[in-house]
């Protein structure tokens, strides 16, 4: 789809949101910044900031964690350890799914549960592009070529609003395609 919201214009998007959502000063947010710690955000305003996204943009997110599944579709224990800390193929594996967190110092070892505090809003705008991209070309229903106006998926002639897929179709298709990879990738 040619007019998908760039990343940066996601993150500003979602910087507005936290403005309007949460007690944060409304000085500017550096978007490759944790939200929880460096910023100052609770899992409350975590929470606050997630319905707001999902109002405005209208997606509906998973409530799964796209790691944890594909480690169960490992076998378990490939990614996190019974412990609940990752292991180091699991530690590659989300930041494989978040490259934006690779330049954070990230501790060691870290557990699956305590990575939503290294959130940044370019995780938000990462996570909000896929539902762009995942955007069908034409309307199912209509036929008409899709675009973007203003955050809107529509169609282009009616301005019919074009649902994307749901986030646990997006998780599914994901964990779908890492396992088919790391099943092709040669045993060391």
């Not at 490992?74 to 530690?91: D, S, W």
Request: proline share 8%; aromatic share 8%.
């Amino acid at each position: 789809m040619p007019n998908v919201p760039s990343l940066a214009e996601l993150a500003a998007k979602v910087e507005e949101l936290l403005y309007e959502t949460t007690d944060i000063d409304n000085q500017p947010v550096p978007h490759d910044r944790p939200l929880m710690g460096e910023i100052g955000l609770d899992s409350l305003d975590m929470i606050e900031l997630g319905f707001a996204m999902d109002e405005f943009f209208g997606f509906q997110f998973s409530d799964r964690n796209a790691v944890e599944l594909l480690d169960e579709r490992l076998g378990g224990g490939v990614l996190v350890a019974p412990t609940g800390y990752l292991t180091e193929q699991g530690r590659a594996m989300v930041l494989r799914r978040m490259p934006e967190l690779e330049h954070l110092d990230l501790p060691e070892p870290l557990k699956m549960v305590e990575v939503q505090q290294y959130y940044t809003l370019e995780t938000f705008a990462r996570l909000m592009r896929e539902f762009y991209v995942a955007l069908p070309e034409t309307c199912p229903e209509t036929g008409e070529a899709v675009e973007v106006v203003d955050f809107v998926p529509q169609t282009a002639e009616g301005k019919v609003r074009v649902e994307p897929p749901r986030g646990d179709v997006l998780i599914d298709q994901w964990v779908d395609r890492a396992a088919l990879e790391i099943n092709a990738e040669p045993v060391a």
